[in-house]
């Protein structure tokens, strides 16, 4: 008599998530309780790739990093999908059989390499892979005062007036004449009162 499993496949799945999340945090909770623990500034520094982590994390990041992550997993995977195609095509018994089987798996290999070629010299014409920033180019306008204007203007020193916290008291002279009309506002604010209920 056979015997029945007693949990579906779906139970399966979940026994699998159950035994994958306990092993992770017995795993995580082992290595925080065995590693030493010694902070120095230098240790809770921000890691920049090997540059000198300067002004505020909360910058955008430099999107260069995600353009060489991606190409290197576009790589990678063609090593992935490259190693099996070696293993298996490359049996003398499967050549032996038909000698077509070598022709064709290596045409189909030049075409999937080919392809990732293709997405690389893209990228690569793209510009996406120059790690050097790109020169910035300053805007030309087109103006009939020569240059030496502004070198002479930027060469000008400017001395800075000293200041005080408490402004000197001023006495300010009346710059309309003594028999002029005093003016009045150009208009005059109303304030309307808000319906009563």
């Known amino acids: 008599m056979e015997q ?3 949990l579906t496949e779906f139970g399966k799945i979940f026994l699998f998530l ?3 999340i306990l092993l992770v945090s017995a795993t995580l909770f082992l290595s925080r309780s065995l590693s030493i623990r010694r902070p120095t500034p230098l240790k809770l520094s921000s890691y920049e790739c090997g540059e000198e982590p300067s ?5 955008q990041f430099n999107s260069r990093f995600y353009v060489i992550a991606l190409v290197f997993l576009l790589f990678d995977v063609e090593l992935i999908f490259i ?3 070696t293993t298996v095509f490359g049996q003398k018994i499967l050549i032996n059989a038909d000698p077509m089987w070598g022709w064709l798996t290596l045409i189909e290999m030049f075409v999937f390499v080919g392809i990732l070629l293709i997405g690389l ?4 014409r793209k510009g ?3 790690w050097i920033r790109p020169e910035q180019k300053l805007p030309v306008a087109e103006s009939n005062i020569p240059l030496s204007v502004y070198d002479k203007i930027n060469a000008e020193v400017y001395t800075v007036k000293p200041f005080f916290a408490e ?3 001023v006495q300010v002279e009346s710059i309309a004449p003594a028999n002029s009309p005093v003016s009045k506002p150009a208009f005059k604010p109303t304030f309307r009162k808000p319906p009563q209920a």
Do not use: H
């Open 55 to 59: 002004g505020n994390s909360w910058l």
């Open 128 to 130: 996406d892979l120059d």
């Open 167 to 169: 402004r000197p008291q």
């Open 121 to 124: 010299v893209y990228v690569w």
């Open 83 to 85: 190693f099996p195609w």
């Open 4 to 6: 029945v499993s007693q």
């Open 18 to 20: 159950i035994i994958g």
